[in-house]
């Protein structure tokens, strides 16, 4: 079974610095973008930042020049550093990927979420 495991969550000052990990496992045949997205309490869930597999990145205009995305694609992991957090980027965040797994079918994972909660 295909799965997405995230860690790293938790509460930091404004200003402070977390980074989120999330490794895929199970029997995966190929991984294709991989992403974060969030949801605040009372909003939608967003996109936060992607990365397919050629390593190209993307960012919300929110979030530029302050996260980082990357992933190792040996471990099937993708990192979330997240630099000068401000309390609007309180949330609960969620890992996904499209993989494919050893049938060859191409399908979306979401991971279990973890809250970062910033003060002010």
């Known amino acids: 079974q295909v799965q997405l495991v995230e860690s790293g969550g938790g509460l930091v000052q404004a200003g402070g610095s977390l980074r989120l990990s999330c490794a895929a496992s199970?029997?995966?045949?190929?991984?294709?973008?991989m992403a974060w997205y969030r949801q605040a309490p009372g909003k939608q869930r967003e996109l936060v930042a992607t990365?397919?597999?050629?390593?190209?990145?993307n960012y919300a205009d929110s979030v530029k020049g302050r996260f980082t995305i990357s992933r190792d694609n040996a471990k099937n992991t993708v990192y979330l550093q997240m630099n000068s957090l401000k309390p609007e980027d309180t949330a609960v965040y969620y890992c996904?990927?499209?993989?494919?797994?050893?049938?060859?079918?191409?399908?979306?994972?979401w991971g279990q979420g973890t809250q970062v909660t910033v003060s002010s």
């Open positions: 996904y990927s499209n993989m494919a797994d050893y049938s060859g079918s191409y399908k979306s994972y």
């Open positions: 990365i397919p597999s050629d390593g190209g990145t």
């Open positions: 199970g029997r995966i045949l190929r991984i294709a973008v």
